[in-house]
Nanobody
């Protein structure tokens, strides 16, 4: 059974930084495109960043470009999301997704809308 466990969320002031981690258990992380999504209250879930199995392709949503960085360490079975210059609009539950069938065309990511999900970690940015 595959499990994803996120960590690193918390309360931070606007302009601050956080680093989220997502560890995968039960199967090799190298099989999956790894994706960070977020969901704010009353809003739909949205993709924030994605990274291909080798790390050679990366996608960022426009609203995080230049502020967030996704990376992965396949040996440690972990994907990271470094978040900087946080703004109150970044407040959300951040969820990790292991997508077995996702694909890239350059920097465009196509989700298979499947795979495995973590429980999420809350990020709250105060103004």
């Amino acid at each position: 059974q595959v499990q994803l466990i996120e960590s690193g969320g918390g309360l931070v002031q606007a302009g601050g930084s956080l680093r989220l981690s997502c560890a995968i258990f039960g199967r090799s992380i190298s099989s999956y495109v790894m994706v960070w999504f977020r969901q704010a209250p009353g809003k739909e879930r949205e993709a924030v960043a994605a990274i291909s199995q080798s790390g050679s392709n990366i996608y960022y949503a426009e609203f995080v470009k230049g502020r967030f960085t996704i990376s992965r360490d396949n040996a440690k079975m972990t994907v990271y999301l470094q978040m900087s210059r946080l703004i109150p609009e970044d407040t959300a539950v951040y969820l990790c997704n292991a997508d077995p069938l996702g694909s890239f065309s350059g920097t465009t990511y196509y989700s298979s809308n499947g795979g495995y999900w973590g429980q999420g970690t809350q990020v709250t940015v105060s103004s």
